[in-house]
């Protein structure tokens, strides 16, 4: 422990001093501007680049801000000229000019004009950096990528710096789960397991970047303990009708189809559009476990290989219609729809070595299950401007229905050495039936107050209310079935009201700050109707957060993070269920279940606008964690989450960009973490903590004849997670993509884990507890994709909104 302070120490001080490396290029030019379409209006998120006038080569780069602004700083003497692209408008070139140290240029309003031949993007690719590093977020850009192309959002995020996506779905920020994720900077609502299903139906090449917000301010809902990912859709600006088809299948032991397709049409003031998509996902899980129970006649032996087929076809549709009242308010109106069906079949031997006994007992469990989910959104978005100073407001009006029904049979055979045929059978019935409905209401509104300075405020209602019937029952031999006392009936109930207020502005020149307050008011009630037991809580609780952004000097700023925040239970989790893997191991709810708080630091060094060093700490009360209990009478082995006391987490960033030629540029970080996991268990004081790290570099390649290609390579340490202890794993993933017919048609061919090494392996040694895991999801295969763009008619801009609330990410 001490050893790990010291080095933590040390990187914070060696941190704190690079100030004097940075701050050593003084003359630095600077090249600004703003870019606008034909109509004023601001082009945000366009390439800025200055281009070499002799070789054609990039010599820096930036991308315009949300309102078209960009600023370009340099230190290079050359002759340049500057170029602007953006997806749906035509690249602009200026007239060559002398790039020197201390030049100050300003090219004020840049206008661009719109394409008017659809769909064929001008753009210079080496204009777009892969990682952009501001102030309060990291900005991967997606598009144009290989690994786009032929991939999926979920894949597309595990992918980005300091985030990890496991085998489960479930998205991981610098070390720590409960991650918030966005789309168009609304909240998606979504359960982990469905927000893993929605992502990965949804196609990469529709994402223009992602961003990353490891300290949200207090306008962003206080749910979410890790940070938020914002993903950002393409704002595509092409003839009165733009869509595009695509087609592709994953081969990974299953052939997993998948298709879909996309339109946006205008007409006046009115645009809409539309996404359809149809896609299988599935894997073979290979599962082995051994087990050891201490029993007084000596120690009892499990080893269980298990393999579990899974297969979900899932059908998503999104619409949305936009009407421009005037330039000044806008309303819209957002829906979706989806539907899921899945299948899982789960075949398990089980070897039982008992002390005293000669031969050995089998367990043998056949777990055939099915289940089928439907969802329904729908959003009202309503936004205005008010005066010409910037002071806006806007609202989202949210419902969300939720239905799910699955059921499956666990056929189970024990028996004593050679005697299968004396096999004793059971078998157990699940049914569970669940429906969640979620209402919610916000209004936002933003003033500046004056040169520098804005406030901001806003209200926020939800109401939630779900109803999930478990029904188990029993049957021994070919008896009935007979029902089981854990089946329960669980109702819950959740109403939140928060309000908050930030306020931004600056010290000076070098010096700006925001300051912020969210107050959230709960209450709930869990009602277990079967076992007669109500659960209530009421609590209040307030989200203080800060930001200091110091700007040294032009090549080095220092950017200051601080805030609180909570993350709820999944409803499921506070039902207390019981669903039977075999009849020796079994996973329950915990009505219980307490929400989780995080007090979160981050020193954030951002070196010419590329390197970026940071120092993060996170203290989290209460935290979720799964817990493995035995019982060693039984032999029985039973896994819940409940509230750790308190987890600790430091960690250590730094991302690291390498151009080692003309057609090869690099993407590289690491990242250091160390956790702490202190809690009661029990009967047992858990103490554990680890130095853990994370190694990532991507490689992309610009080929002759218009062949792109990109590989990953990512490697994760030994870590420890609550009572577990899990083996460090890596693995590599390759793509490589082509278009023909200028752009319209793209082919493209990935590959995931291409050494077969992306294998966890995992033990628990606590207490009485003595279990080894070792797990492989056949990640290792081959995607192929077909996508065919198509456009026709008059230049356009389609807008999008999606409302807003973190409900449905806690559906599970």
């Known amino acids: 422990m001490k050893t790990t302070n010291l080095l933590f120490l040390t990187l914070f001080t060696y941190l704190l001093g690079i100030s004097n490396l940075a701050a050593a290029d003084k003359d630095v030019s600077e090249i600004t501007g703003k870019v606008t379409d034909q109509n004023e209006q601001p082009v945000p998120y366009a390439n800025v680049a200055l281009i070499d006038a002799k070789s054609g080569n990039l010599v820096d780069g930036a991308v315009s801000d949300e309102n078209g602004f960009f600023l370009i700083e340099s230190t290079k003497t050359v002759k340049v000229k500057l170029v602007i692209s ?53 900005t991967i850009n997606v598009e144009g990528t290989v690994m786009a192309e032929g991939s999926n959002a979920l894949d597309v995020i595990g992918r980005s710096p300091g985030i990890y996506v496991d085998q489960e779905g479930i998205i ?166 989806s539907d899921s069906r899945d299948g899982n079949d789960n075949n398990s031997l089980t070897d039982i070595i008992t002390p005293g006994m000669q ?53 189970n055979k024990q028996w004593i050495g050679e005697n299968m045929s004396e096999a004793m059978n059971s078998n157990i019935l699940t049914l569970n039936d669940m429906y969640y409905n979620i209402f919610t209401a916000k209004v936002d509104f933003v003033k500046p107050v004056g040169k520098g300075n804005t406030i901001e405020t806003g209200v926020k209602g939800s109401w939630v209310k779900s109803d999930n019937n478990l029904d188990l029952s029993k049957a021994q031999e070919d008896g009935p079935f007979i029902p089981d006392p854990s089946s329960n009936r669980f109702i819950y109930n959740e109403n939140v009201v928060a309000a908050y207020v930030s306020y931004k502005g600056k010290f000076s020149d070098k010096l700006s700050y925001q300051v912020g307050l969210r107050g959230e008011h709960s209450d709930i009630s869990g009602n277990s109707v079967t076992l007669d037991q109500v659960n209530k809580q009421k609590y209040f609780n307030l989200f203080p957060s800060g930001f200091l952004q110091h700007k040294i000097s032009d090549n080095y700023q220092i950017v200051y993070n601080v805030n609180r925040r909570i993350t709820r239970p999944n409803y499921r989790l506070l039902n207390p269920f019981v669903y039977y893997i075999d009849p020796l191991t079994s996973e329950r709810g915990n009505p219980n279940l307490k929400p989780q708080y995080s007090n979160n630091i981050e020193m954030n060094h951002v070196v010419k606008g590329m390197y970026q060093f940071t120092l993060g700490y996170s203290e989290t009360e209460d935290a979720f964690m799964q817990v493995f209990i ?15 006391d308190k987890t600790r987490n430091a960690n250590f960033r730094a991302i690291i960009p390498v151009d080692i030629k003309e057609w090869w540029s690099t993407s590289n970080m690491v990242q250091v973490n160390y956790n702490r996991f202190k809690s009661q268990i029990g009967d047992d004081y858990l103490d554990n903590s680890q130095t853990s790290f994370m190694v990532r570099s991507q490689h992309n390649f610009v080929l002759p004849l218009g062949f792109k290609v990109e590989v990953m390579g990512m490697y994760l340490g030994p870590q420890i997670w609550g009572q577990g202890e899990i083996a460090g794993f890596g693995w590599v993933d390759a793509g490589v993509t082509k278009s023909i017919m200028k752009d319209k048609i793209t082919l493209s061919v990935n590959g995931t884990d291409l050494f077969r090494t992306q294998v966890i392996k995992a033990n628990v040694d606590f207490a009485n507890i003595d279990t080894n895991f070792r797990q492989y999801r056949s990640n290792q295969g081959v995607r192929f994709t077909l996508k065919y763009n198509f456009s026709k008619g008059e230049s356009f801009r389609v807008k999008s909104n999606s409302g807003s609330s973190e409900e449905r990410n806690r559906l599970d």
Do not use: C
Request: no cysteine; net charge negative; hydrophobic share 35%.
């Open 172 to 337: 991981n920020l610098n070390g720590r789960t409960g991650a918030t994720v966005m789309i168009n900077d609304r909240l998606t609502y979504m359960s982990a397991t469905d927000l893993a299903n929605f992502l990965r139906s949804m196609p990469a090449d529709n994402i223009k970047s992602i961003e990353v917000i490891n300290n949200p301010s207090a306008r962003f809902d206080a749910e979410g303990s890790a940070g938020v990912i914002n993903i950002k859709l393409k704002k595509n600006t092409v003839d009165g009708m733009f869509g595009n088809i695509q087609a592709g299948a994953l081969y990974n032991g299953q052939w997993l189809p998948n298709t879909g397709v996309a339109l946006n049409v205008k007409k006046g003031k009115w645009s809409t559009n539309a996404n359809l998509n149809y896609n299988h996902y599935g894997n073979f899980n290979d599962l082995e476990i051994y087990r050891n129970f201490t029993l007084p006649e000596g120690i009892s032996n499990f080893s269980q290989e298990s393999r579990i087929v899974s297969r979900n076809k899932n059908l998503f549709f999104t619409g949305a219609a936009n009407y421009e009242i005037n330039e000044n308010q806008n309303i819209a109106i957002n829906i979706q729809a």
């Open 86 to 138: 953006s997806i749906g408008f035509t690249a602009f070139e200026s007239e060559v000019f002398q790039l020197e140290p201390g030049l100050k240029k300003n090219f004020g309003s840049v206008t661009v004009q719109d394409e008017m031949t659809g769909l064929d993007e001008v753009t210079v690719k080496s204009t777009r950096p892969e990682i952009i590093i501001e102030p309060d977020k990291t």
């Open 359 to 411: 031969e050995i007992s089998y367990l043998e469990s056949i777990n055939d299950a099915t289940g089928t989910g439907s969802r329904y959104f729908a959003n009202i978005h309503y936004d205005a401007k008010l005066d010409t100073l910037g002071t806006k407001i806007s609202s989202d009006v949210d419902f969300t229905r939720m239905n799910s029904g699955s059921q499956s049979l666990l056929t």
């Open 630 to 644: 035995q019982n060693e009478e039984e032999r029985t082995t039973t896994t819940f989450t409940d509230n750790f």
